[in-house]
Structure formats: C-alpha cells, structure tokens
C-alpha cells in the first residue's frame, strides 16, 4: 500500500512539474514585416532566464522565416541578432496541430474545382536570455523573411512568445 501511495504522488508531481516545463508565459507579441513591434518593459533579476519561443500558423509545415530581435535594458542596446527555425539546438516544439480540408470553389467557366488546404500551427522554442543585471528590460522584433512568400495567412500567423 506505501509503495502505491508514493507512486501515485510521485506520478502527481511529476505531471504537475511537466506541465509547467516550458515556463510561465509572460506576452505574446505579434510579428510582421511592416512594423517592429515590442514587448515594454519586464523587470528581470539577475540570473533570470526569458525563452524566445516562435508561434507560427502556416500553410507548411517546415515554414522558413527569420526574425531580427534587440534587447534593451534601461534604452541601452545589451543585444541586436536574429533568430530562424534552426537558431536553437535544441527546437523543442510544443502544441502542435495540423488540420486540412477540402474547399470547393467555381472557376470562370462555372466548374467546380476542389482545393486542398493544410494548416500547421506549432511553437517553437528559438532562444534563451539570461539577463545580466536586475532592471528593466525591452524586447523588439521583426520577422524580416519568411517563406513560402506567396501565403498571406503565415505573415499574419507569426508570434514571438516570452516565457520565464
């Protein structure tokens, strides 16, 4: 009976402690190629850690892109990069779905023509930050490239999302 009892705890911990593995999300930041857009400011102690993590809605399941990120604490430029799908060793992914259906629409000459659409949406862990010093910190970005060029519906499905 102790044996159970200490499976069905550890069990219970272990479940709980997994389910907060990836951190507590502090903002999601929407991201395009017209504009940067930014965090405001997160107050870090020294010695936290912020994962980039990329939230993506796309027509393909390997989408390429690249977004260029500056990091400011107290308007003073600590770091200027970019990141892409590959940037991370590690490209942990999480809350990954993939759904298609089949769409029937008219042509000019009034027949039916059936088109295919796929969507993927999955984030993915791109960078860790560990801030130097206790203050207040600014994160900007700006998806710079991505591709397949011609899907209107990846650049507006683009995130950053911060967790700690």
């Known amino acids: 009976m102790k044996i159970i009892l200490k499976t069905i705890v550890l069990t ?3 479940t709980l402690y997994g389910c907060h ?24 102690k020294k010695g936290e850690t912020i994962s980039f993590w990329t939230k993506i809605n796309s027509g393909t399941p390997y989408p390429e892109y690249t977004i260029k990120y500056l990091i400011e604490e107290n308007k003073k430029t600590i770091e200027f990069d970019s990141i892409s799908r590959f940037t991370y060793e590690k490209n942990h992914i999480i809350n990954a779905t993939a759904t298609s259906e089949d769409i029937t629409e008219k042509t000019f000459e009034e027949k039916d023509t059936i088109i ?3 969507n993927f949406e999955f984030e993915l862990e791109n ?22 060029e011609s899907q209107s519906s990846f650049s507006s499905g683009v995130s950053i999302i911060l967790r700690k």
């Open 127 to 148: 960078k860790k930050f560990t801030a130097p010093k206790d203050g207040k910190y600014t994160f900007a970005f700006k998806l710079t490239k991505y591709e397949p």
């Open 116 to 118: 295919h659409k796929e």
């Open 12 to 14: 219970v911990l272990l």
């Open 21 to 44: 593995s990836v951190g507590k999300e502090l903002i999601e930041v929407p991201v395009t190629k017209e504009e940067i857009t930014s965090s405001g400011e997160i107050n870090l």
